[in-house]
């Protein structure tokens, strides 16, 4: 198989990754035959895959305006992927110029892809890091130097935590980074879920075992177990709800039903 320049020396481009399935199901450039087939297979069983994926991405830049609009103007996106079209970056600068970015991925092709995106963006940056160890994160130069705690941040975990599983404790992470954040900073959060998905569980399950496969397991949660990320903050109103609903910009009756999938929410640190 033929490495394009974007892909690192260093990963093994036989195995398939969460974030290039993820550019694949958006239409991203950056993945290879052995992403498009694992993402084939997961859409054998839900077929909405797509749409959910773009309704994950449609919140998510409504949820950055909302937050440039609060006058947040330093973002951190935590499990932030390969960045396509349309990325945090894009939509905070263009709603706040000059405002501040932080990627953080464990992907080295994210890392890689970012890095290259962001060349001449001075006042964004990516680092490699995980989830699973905020403190490394909130430690780290890159996002010293572009993120100030002291002040508010948005803080993303756009479609990152059902790939954390409960033994490694997703709560506590999300706790350690919340008790790091300034009054008035935002957690702008998105969850896969069994809830909402036009399909019985056990064909959507399916897909579920396609990402336990590639040793990348799938949590689904409820709504009950995903508002728990939120424990310490004051929910911005819808609060918790599908994604399409979350302070639509067109009628969500319009929207694929698979859109409706999984859940979405922002919260405000007192």
């Given at each position: ?52 994926m773009q309704a994950n991405r449609a919140f998510m830049r409504r949820a950055v ?194 859109s409706f999938s999984g859940f979405a929410g922002v919260g405000r640190t007192a």
């Open positions: 198989m033929e490495r394009p320049a974007w892909a690192p020396r260093s990963i093994d481009i036989s195995v398939p990754s969460v974030s290039r399935i993820y550019d694949y199901y958006l239409g991203g450039s950056h993945n290879f035959e052995v992403d498009r087939e694992a993402a084939r297979k997961a859409m054998q069983f839900l077929p909405g895959l797509p749409k959910i305006r909302f937050a440039a609009a609060e006058g947040i103007t330093q973002f951190l996106d935590i499990g932030s992927g390969i960045p396509t079209f349309g990325n945090v970056h894009e939509v905070a600068q263009k709603a706040s110029p000059g405002a501040h970015v932080m990627y953080v991925d464990h992907d080295p092709v994210a890392v890689a892809h970012s890095k290259a995106v962001l060349a001449d963006n001075a006042t964004a940056d990516v680092v490699a890091a995980d989830l699973r160890k905020p403190q490394e994160i909130l430690s780290s130069p890159e996002v010293r130097r572009l993120i100030d705690l002291n002040r508010p941040v948005a803080l993303l975990l756009v479609a990152i935590l059902h790939f954390v599983e409960d033994a490694d404790d997703p709560y506590e992470a999300v706790a350690e980074l919340r008790e790091a954040l300034a009054p008035g900073s935002l957690l702008i959060l998105t969850h896969a879920s069994y809830e909402g998905i036009p399909l019985p569980p056990e064909r959507a399950e399916g897909a579920v075992d396609v990402y336990k496969d590639i040793r990348n397991p799938l949590i689904m949660r409820s709504r009950d177990e995903i508002a728990r990320f939120f424990e310490g903050y004051d929910m911005v109103e819808p609060g918790l709800v599908p994604m399409p609903d979350w302070r639509p910009d067109t009628a969500p009756e319009d929207e694929d039903p698979y």
